[in-house]
């Protein structure tokens, strides 16, 4: 039952189904033309095992069991495939006719959950290489292609990328079915829609695009299609590349998607209408369309007081802007403007700058290359040297640096303070946009100061304006302002309160959840209710009393109270 | 219809002509560094025996890692001559070897004799108060009894740099300070408006200290003379500032003190011959000290009180305007600003330097002091 349970891809490569396949006049029936192919097609790769046995006790009907060893569950081949069938004994004795003995085979012999038929050598072999067992039996024209897989993984993990405090510790792994199950495990609905792609030559990689039919607007679904199937290279091996799904990657520093590792918000982006892309072997999920602001939310904004979120919600913007402006704000200040300093910090920046051997740019250039080698090397070096790096980079090089007078101290806190700023974002990918555009911003604050700085946010904020994600304006739902602007942007409405889904992705079903219905209507002295059905509620209530008011005939007509009012419960509690 | 292919050549052209357009202007190409500024805090101008023009600035020491910014330690006074400011400034320059930026001056200090001479007051008018890099709100002031370079050269009582003590006790706004606000954009605004004339903060040497107090007066380019502490607040009360004030009310039982929160001064002008104002003063204060004599205060008391004050608001805004009008000639308050945007036909044919003078001024007072805690 538990391989039986598993997912099993609905659509797996049209196109190279389609493709012509150079081995189609094999016949797979010829069991020793199939052995020579296979020696001549995979060479001496060793993990590739071919089991010669007989079926049952009869010795003269052959069969071939071919698999890739350590791709497949062992312990299943042994006891699910090969001791049925050599130890399998039918009353009547094994038909003559071949077709009739596979169909024995698949539907009395084997146990096991998924089988099917490749009927050429080529789709046998793709089978084969995804880590399935091949049954060939001599004279039949067929392959039985046996789900024996298990693949090596990682269980899941808490995500690294995007660490939490008050949600979900569960991650996306590098196996795709894992992370489809994950997903599944969250939203238990029919309407979520698998279709799993394979691309690439040479690596056949495979990837799943999610969604919920029925919510998501259908024009997303096809131009996402219509985008996977202009690919064909061997763009997928490295697993976030599935991003150049959406071409116009090159020409924006800003990410036009949303890479996630974590299950929780790849399902709350579907349930909002939004598409899923897995790839397998990555941890990372891929949720498109992308707005600006989806890179400052993450799963724990819906598990917060709305105050409480819109305040982080705030902090995170402005640490963006800090970790974007500070350093040229303070270069334009310094260098060029500086007649906009408050007198007394103007003249405590002299005063700590008095002697220093550099101009504030170049001390800036050196302090923020300096940030950004020290962040690569963290990346790179390994965990136990981790405090080393501490070490070298806070203690030494920073009081170095400080002590020796080279580099003014406030340069130094500028360049700490846009450091911390720029991790500030939930999402990795904001984190090096803003890390990348730093620098622009800083040549137009050193050639023209506040000036400059402002121009080239002007310029930065109309190329923002121009910016789509899968035919969604990047900055929706303010550029365009649409009327739910409040619901979930930077203040969040208590999520009972949030009815419906974004405007901007146009879903099909704009209702999220239904609003409660109105509470029942107080008994006695109501204004403008009948005085008879005054002090009557529920049960006690007479017939006739469930036709003075609406409200009054929805409570009073209903069947079973006691399941009613849990629904209205649910919604408030959701 | 659908609209056709964008032609390429074009948003190219836009985005080169944006990316030129910055050339035109100032940019790094002419840029000085924060290391290579003199940052001057405070100008003062004398007129030199020889009737030069006498220019001293007032700058941070460079000193490495400083604490103590601000204080009078901290700063250094640079003097030289020329034939006007800015001829002077440049010859300043020469000596120093820091661009000097203007940009942090918090107060321009004019010598009397400089400030009595009206040549000098409009070249100081057009090359440092107009100057493009000067804060509009920084203080015109004239020193009384020592020299513009005296107050350059002083601290604070309690050491604060000349300059930075000014535009600091100013823009706060001290309590008791009773002189009126005179930023650059308000001396030059009243050099610009018919019927106003401007008004500077009088600074004075103290053996150890300086003193904000008093009120120059000018007419046009001219310093006329001073007003007094009392006169000073006579005007203020009729510009419907001195809040802060605190007004000493002698009464039968001896010396109350009333510190003054809210001032309105609203005037109703008629234009005749010759033509007349009336100043409608309202004051409300908090009784600070009640007159020793008083045991107990009670309501009586308290209107008797508000009698008395607006007596004494009235007799100083009376003496201000008596110096205003009678000795110096010359309308502080705008009145014939007022005149001007109320009666334009009878601007039109009046001279206001000879209707000034003549000009009926009733003042009205109405004071209400209040105190806290029970009245008996």
Redesign the interface.
């Known amino acids: 039952m538990g391989r039986a349970a598993r997912h099993r891809p609905q659509q797996i490569d049209p196109q190279a189904q389609e493709a012509p396949d150079p081995q189609a006049g094999l016949d797979l029936a010829d069991l020793n033309g199939v052995i020579e192919e296979f020696k001549r097609g995979f060479g001496s790769s060793d993990d590739v095992v071919v089991r010669r046995f007989f079926l049952g006790s009869a010795r003269r009907i052959r069969l071939i069991l071919v698999y890739i060893d350590g791709m497949v569950d062992r312990r299943a081949v042994d006891k699910d495939i090969i001791e049925p069938l050599m130890t399998a004994r039918p009353q009547g004795g094994w038909p003559k006719n071949r077709s009739a003995l596979a169909r024995i085979l698949a539907e009395r012999i084997l146990p096991v959950g998924e089988m099917e038929f490749a009927s050429n050598y080529g789709h046998m072999v793709r089978r084969l290489m995804a880590g399935n067992s091949v049954l060939l039996l001599d004279g039949f024209p067929e392959a039985l292609v046996i789900d024996t897989r298990m693949l090596p993984h990682r269980q899941p993990e808490a995500p690294r990328a995007e660490p939490n405090v008050q949600s979900s510790f569960e991650g996306f792994t590098e196996l795709l079915r894992t992370n489809i199950v994950l997903v599944r495990r969250r939203i238990q609905s029919p309407n979520l829609r698998v279709r799993v792609f394979s691309s690439g030559h040479e690596s056949k990689n495979q990837i799943a695009l999610l969604y919920i039919e029925g919510v998501v607007n259908p024009v997303l679904v096809q131009s996402m299609l219509s985008r996977i199937e202009d690919l064909g290279h061997e763009a997928h091996l490295f697993p976030t590349v599935t991003q150049c799904i959406l071409k116009c990657e090159a020409r924006s520093p800003f990410p036009l998607f949303r890479n996630t590792e974590r299950p929780d918000f790849a399902s709350q982006e579907l349930l909002a209408g939004k598409l899923v892309l897995l790839t397998d072997n990555s941890p990372f999920a891929v949720v498109v369309p992308a707005t600006l602001w989806d890179f400052f939310r993450t799963p724990e904004d819906y598990t917060r007081t709305s105050w409480g979120i819109a305040f982080l919600r705030l902090i995170r913007l402005l640490a963006n802007l800090t970790g974007l402006l500070l350093p040229s704000l303070y270069i334009a200040l310094l260098s060029v403007n500086p007649e906009f300093l408050p007198t007394y910090l103007a003249l405590g920046i002299l005063a700590l700058r008095e002697g220093l051997p550099f101009p504030p740019v170049l001390e800036v250039v050196l302090v923020l290359l300096t940030m950004e080698i020290l962040r690569e090397a963290a990346i790179r070096i390994p965990p136990i040297l981790g405090t080393t790096l501490g070490v070298v980079g806070a203690l030494i090089l920073g009081l170095a640096l400080a002590q020796s007078r080279v580099v003014s101290p406030l340069t130094l806190i500028v360049a700490a303070v846009t450091a911390l700023s720029q991790f500030v974002a939930p999402a990795y990918e904001v984190s090096l946009t803003l890390r990348l555009l730093v620098w622009p911003l800083l040549a137009s604050a050193v050639a023209f100061g506040l000036f400059g700085l402002t121009l080239a946010a002007l310029i930065m904020l109309g190329h923002l304006c121009t910016l789509h994600s899968l035919g969604v304006p990047y900055l929706a739902p303010v550029a365009p302002l649409s009327r739910s602007i409040l619901r979930d942007w930077i203040f969040r409405v208590p999520v009972r309160r949030q009815f419906t889904r974004p405007e901007y992705l146009r879903p099909v079903s704009r209702i999220k959840q239904k609003p409660p219905e109105p509470p029942p209507a107080p008994s006695g002295g109501q204004r403008g209710r009948p005085p008879e059905t005054g002090g009557v509620q529920g049960d006690e209530r007479p017939p006739e009393a469930g036709a003075a008011g609406p409200a009054g005939a929805r409570e009073g007509d209903s069947p079973d109270p006691g399941k009613k009012g849990l629904s209205r419960k649910g919604v408030r509690g959701t | 219809m659908t609209p056709g292919p964008r032609a390429p050549g074009r948003s190219l052209l836009a985005l080169l002509l944006?990316a030129l357009a910055?050339l035109w202007?100032s940019?790094?190409w002419d840029?000085v560094?924060?290391?290579d500024?003199a940052?001057v805090?405070g100008l003062g101008v004398d007129l030199t025996p020889e009737g030069r023009v006498e220019v001293t600035a007032q700058m941070?020491r460079?000193?490495?890692?400083?604490?103590s910014?601000?204080t009078h330690g901290?700063v250094l006074a640079l003097s030289a001559a020329g034939t006007d400011p800015i001829s002077a400034l440049h010859n300043l320059q020469g000596r120093v070897s820091r661009t000097f930026?203007l940009?942090?001056i918090?107060a321009v200090v004019l010598g009397e004799p400089a400030a009595r001479e009206p040549v000098v007051v409009e070249h100081v008018v057009d090359q440092v108060l107009r100057h493009p890099?000067v804060?509009p709100g920084a203080f015109v002031m004239v020193a009384n009894g020592c020299r513009a370079s005296d107050v350059m050269n002083r601290g604070s009582a309690e050491g604060t740099a000349s300059a930075?003590f000014a535009?600091s006790a100013l823009e706060k706004g001290l309590l008791g300070l009773n002189v009126p606000q005179s930023e650059v954009w308000q001396f030059l605004r009243a050099l610009q408006t018919p019927g106003w004339e401007p008004v500077a903060i009088g600074i004075r040497c103290r053996p150890d200290s300086l003193e904000i107090a008093d009120a120059a007066v000018f007419k046009r380019y001219r310093m006329v003379g001073w007003l007094g502490p009392r006169e000073t607040r006579g005007m203020l009360w009729l510009m419907g500032e001195g809040e802060g004030s605190v007004v000493e009310v002698p009464s039968p039982h001896g010396l109350g003190l009333v510190l003054i929160n809210q001032v309105t001064a609203r005037f109703r002008l008629e234009p005749g011959d010759p033509p007349a104002a009336r100043a409608q003063v309202s004051v409300s204060g908090q009784l600070l000290h009640k007159p020793e004599r008083l045991v107990t205060i009670t309501h009586r008391d308290l209107v008797a009180l508000n009698s008395l004050l607006a007596r004494r608001i009235q007799l100083e805004a009376r003496l201000a305007l008596e110096k205003l009008q009678g000795v110096f000639g010359a309308d502080s308050i705008g009145l014939g600003r007022r005149f001007y945007f109320t009666s334009p036909y009878f601007w039109r044919g009046v001279n206001w330097e000879r209707e000034y003078p003549r000009l009926r001024v009733e003042i009205v007072v109405s004071a209400e002091a209040g105190r806290k805690g029970s009245l008996r």
């Open positions: 944006l910055p202007l940019g790094c840029n560094d924060v290391r500024r940052f805090l941070p460079p000193e490495p890692g400083s604490v910014v601000g901290s930026l940009g942090h918090k890099q804060d930075l535009g």
